[in-house]
């Protein structure tokens, strides 16, 4: 306890991150270790979101954006998709009324019409019952991937210049970002994968551009508060560009 508390006095408060993604990896691995099933695992990854999002809200970190399921996850054994799906759904109904009280709203994006109905009907009833939260933004990225989301904005952008809505000269970066579904939202400032392997997974390609990338070997349930102020600590330390030199950077600040 004492631990976190002197993390956290560490964080500058006026230089949080606005927007926070995290590649949630390495529940198999950890179970794994413990000679249990991968489901095992995932419980415990529950946890951690828990504690991430807890440890968002209180900070008052504006957007958490979380890859639970990729597109690519689908083809995994079907035992493992099936415990996913139940648990992801039962988890977010078990958490309703905690989002509520910490003022959290529910946001979801990917392919979800390829969710079982069961899980998918919990999702909504939660994104409804946290729809008038006006605290953090917890974005859960479900059956999810960023060629996925391209592609996907690209018809409709292509639908949107054919009914005469936009002019093929009107695209650019800022209509090409409102096609997204994460269209209503800054891009990230961190991007966090936990679990030790450095790629990203199809995630947010188009978001990242210039996120500031933070890979760290712990399991994703061993990802607790401490851990993920230690990625806001570092990410503070960071210098961000964008392109220009630092004494530009310097000098504007
Ligand atoms: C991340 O943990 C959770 C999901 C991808 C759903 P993994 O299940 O990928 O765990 P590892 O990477 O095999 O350890
Ligand atoms: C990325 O983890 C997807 C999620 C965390 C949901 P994976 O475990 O699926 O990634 P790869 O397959 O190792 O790249
Ligand atoms: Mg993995």
């Given at each position: 306890m004492e631990e976190l508390q002197n993390k956290l006095n560490q964080i500058d408060m006026s230089r949080l991150p606005r927007h926070v993604a995290i590649i949630m990896d390495g529940n198999g691995r950890w179970a794994k270790l413990r000679g249990e099933d991968r489901c095992m695992g995932h419980v415990e990854g529950v946890n951690s979101v828990r504690k991430a999002t807890e440890l968002s809200s209180d900070l008052g970190i504006d957007y958490l954006t979380l890859y639970a399921f990729s597109t690519e996850n689908w083809n995994r054994p079907q035992q493992e998709v099936d415990a996913l799906m139940h648990l992801i759904g039962m988890a977010i109904e078990r958490e309703t009324p905690d989002l509520i009280k910490n003022n959290v709203h529910l946001n979801l994006i990917g392919a979800l019409d390829r969710m079982p109905k069961e899980a998918y009907d919990r999702l909504r009833r939660c994104e409804l019952a946290t729809a008038h939260c006006t605290g953090l933004t917890m974005t859960l990225a479900l059956s999810y991937s960023s060629r996925w989301e391209i592609v996907e904005a690209v018809k409709k952008?292509?639908?949107?210049?054919?009914?005469?809505?936009?002019?093929?000269?009107?695209i650019d970066d800022n209509i090409f970002a409102q096609y997204l579904a994460t269209c209503d939202m800054p891009d990230p400032d961190l991007l966090i994968r936990t679990g030790g392997d450095n790629r990203i997974s199809n995630y947010l390609l188009w978001q990242i551009a210039y996120s500031e990338l933070y890979f760290t070997r712990t399991l994703w349930p061993d990802f607790g508060k401490a851990e993920y102020a230690d990625a806001i600590i570092e990410y503070q330390q960071r210098e961000r560009r964008y392109g220009k030199t630092s004494e530009q950077v310097q000098q504007e600040s």
């Open positions: 952008i292509a639908a949107s210049v054919k009914s005469g809505k936009i002019s093929e000269t009107d």
